[in-house]
Structures are given as structure tokens and as C-alpha cells.
């Protein structure tokens, strides 16, 4: 695709339901992050991934947050028992290759999540 | 632990006219990167302008340009010619050069409205 896809656009959960945040990559880039973005904040770094490798988990705030890229592409972000506190804007971005500040980190558009 | 903060909330400008946003951040590094991040209502969030520690030249791309001022730890962005378009919230970003160099650090962000 032309850009960096996420799916659902808005997710309304009852408190305690588990969700699944899905991420589609600009396709052929190597890595992947998750961001997540409190309301009124910046973006917060949640995880890293090289190809199918979860280089990076040290943002994510609880065991209850777990995400993975099993065939080095789609990525998905699951939280277990949601919270309150979970609410915000989970955003994915990707770039072309690997470590390195001098790749540009392409953005999609993000889910909002809302927990009830 | 880094830190990136941007003081202004909100600002407006109107269109043609030049405004400036500010950025500080705090790093016991010496060398690392830094962003400007453009987010539209609704939209991605696209990277505007990075610049690089080590170089003194101020980075420019075509309206934007920055004011790197290494010494106070500012890192501030212009806006020359204000179109309707550059209506958003910006983000000021940090990452090093070291070996978490793909984790972006953000600050809380400024909304600009560019007045017609």
C-alpha cells in the first residue's frame, strides 16, 4: 500500500475485555514501532521490531500489553484486560531498514481506543 | 532519561506571515538528532525537518527551517509564509545516536492555526 495502514480506525472496549491492535507497514520496510498517545500528549515509544524480531519491549506499561510480528510484516498489539488508563491513540509507524536515526519513520493514521 | 519540552500549547498565525514555535530538551548525550513532526487533524503525522547535533548549519527544507542552538538545548522551528495547510499539531522529537537510536523521544506538541 501507499502508506502505513491501521485497522480498527476506533475501538470502544468495556473495561476488562481484551483488544487487538493491527498494523500494516509500508511494505518492504524492515521495522516497526508502536507509539502510544495519551490524550493532550506526544506520542510515548511502547516496542520495537526488526523483521519478525522484538529488538525493544521497554515501553510497554504492563504484562498486559503484548505485541508481535510473527512473519516479519503485520504486526499486531494486544492488551489484555483493558483499562481506564489504557485510553489513547495507539499509533505504528515503520521504516525501510534497520537501527539507524537517518530512516524516517512513517506514521499511520493510529486507533483510538476508548475503554468504558 | 531525556526530555523534550515544548512550553506553548497553542498558537496562531496569520497566513503569509512567519511564526515560531519553540523546542528545549534536555540530554546528557553529545551527539543525537532531532525532529519536528507535523500532525494534521485526522492525519498521519509526518516528519517536517530533522537535524543532526554534530552539524552547526541549521537544517532548511523549503518554508521550514530551525534555529539549533546547541549550548542552551533549543531547538525551535520556523514557519515562513504561513499557509492554511499548515494547520496542525507539531511535535518536537528527540532520539541519540547511540543504540537505542530508533526510539523517538516527543514533547507534548503545539497546536498552530494558521488564520485566513
Known amino acids: 500500500g501507499a502508506g502505513v495502514s491501521q485497522s480498527p480506525r476506533y475501538k470502544v472496549a468495556k473495561r476488562g475485555q481484551d483488544v487487538a491492535l493491527r498494523c500494516d507497514p509500508i511494505s518492504g520496510h524492515v521495522s516497526l514501532f508502536w507509539y502510544q498517545q495519551a490524550l493532550g500528549q506526544g506520542p510515548e515509544f511502547l516496542t520495537y521490531?526488526?523483521?519478525?524480531?522484538?529488538?525493544?519491549k521497554s515501553g510497554l506499561p504492563s504484562d498486559r500489553f503484548f505485541a508481535e510480528r510473527p512473519e516479519g510484516s503485520v504486526s499486531t498489539l494486544k492488551i489484555q484486560r483493558t483499562q481506564q488508563e489504557d485510553s489513547a491513540v495507539y499509533l505504528c509507524?515503520?521504516?525501510?531498514?534497520?537501527?539507524?536515526?537517518?530512516?524516517?519513520?512513517?506514521f499511520g493514521p493510529g486507533t483510538r481506543l476508548l475503554v468504558l | 532519561a531525556q526530555t523534550v519540552t515544548q512550553s506553548q500549547p497553542e498558537m496562531s498565525v496569520q497566513e503569509a506571515e512567519t511564526v515560531t514555535l519553540s523546542c528545549t530538551y534536555d540530554?546528557?548525550?553529545?551527539?543525537?538528532?532531532l525532529f519536528w513532526y507535523k500532525q494534521p487533524p485526522s492525519r498521519q503525522m509526518i516528519l517536517v525537518i530533522r537535524q543532526e547535533a554534530y552539524k552547526q548549519q541549521n537544517a532548511t527544507e523549503n518554508r521550514f527551517s530551525v534555529n539549533f542552538q546547541k549550548a542552551a538545548k533549543s531547538f525551535s522551528l520556523k514557519i515562513s509564509d504561513s499557509q492554511l495547510g499548515d494547520t496542525a499539531m507539531y511535535f518536537c522529537a528527540f532520539t541519540n545516536s547511540g543504540g537505542s537510536n530508533y526510539k523517538l523521544t516527543f514533547g507534548k506538541g503545539t497546536l498552530l492555526t494558521v488564520n485566513p
Open positions: 521490531f526488526q523483521n519478525e524480531a522484538q529488538l525493544d
Open positions: 509507524a515503520s521504516s525501510l531498514v534497520g537501527l539507524g536515526v537517518r530512516e524516517t519513520q512513517y
Open positions: 540530554t546528557s548525550e553529545n551527539n543525537y538528532y
